[in-house]
């Protein structure tokens, strides 16, 4: 009876290990895909990107809820930012650290460029993606319209041009 429960012990054991070192999708363990699945779902809570409701309707914010903002003078799909020097001052560049930008309920291409100091600056549809430095707190959309050239973003990457512009 012994020598039957020091094999099944090691018939668990040698289970157990096998199972454990592959780690891979298709395992049938619990624990494996829990964590798989907690940490996968991890980026999609902190999405680099997500929409909200604001007075011009719903746009594309940062996972803290700031406002983003497209440049008419960027070209879309060049590869490059038309807002250099005291352009950024005013109008920051929305960056990422990831390979690939997430996002939540945006329906836009989502892509980066890379900027003169070597960052990877988030693109929708083509285009660079701006903060506005006057906007404070989330919900702000102090930088729509501005000197007709600046505009929020819509959820699928148009630029939101039919609300009220900003005077600043």
Do not use: H
């Amino acid at each position: 009876m012994n020598r039957k429960v020091g094999l099944g012990v090691a018939v668990v054991a040698l289970a157990a290990l096998l199972a454990g070192c592959g780690g891979s999708p298709g395992t049938t363990a619990t624990p494996a895909p829990t964590a798989t699945s907690a940490s996968a779902s991890s980026p999609a809570v902190a999405a680099d990107l997500k929409t909200a409701s604001s007075s011009a309707g719903q746009i594309v914010v940062d996972s803290k809820g700031m406002s983003l903002y497209f440049f008419t003078k960027d070209s879309k799909d060049s590869g490059t930012s038309a807002c250099t020097a005291a352009c950024l001052a005013a109008w920051p560049v929305f960056t990422t650290t990831a390979d690939t930008p997430t996002a939540d309920g945006v329906t836009g291409t989502l892509g980066t460029i890379a900027t003169p100091d070597g960052k990877k600056q988030v693109t929708l549809n083509g285009l660079p993606l701006y903060y506005f430095a006057q906007d404070k707190k989330p919900g702000d959309v102090l930088g729509q319209g501005v000197n007709d050239v600046w505009y929020l973003v819509s959820p699928s990457g148009e630029m939101v041009k039919g609300a009220a512009t900003s005077g600043y």
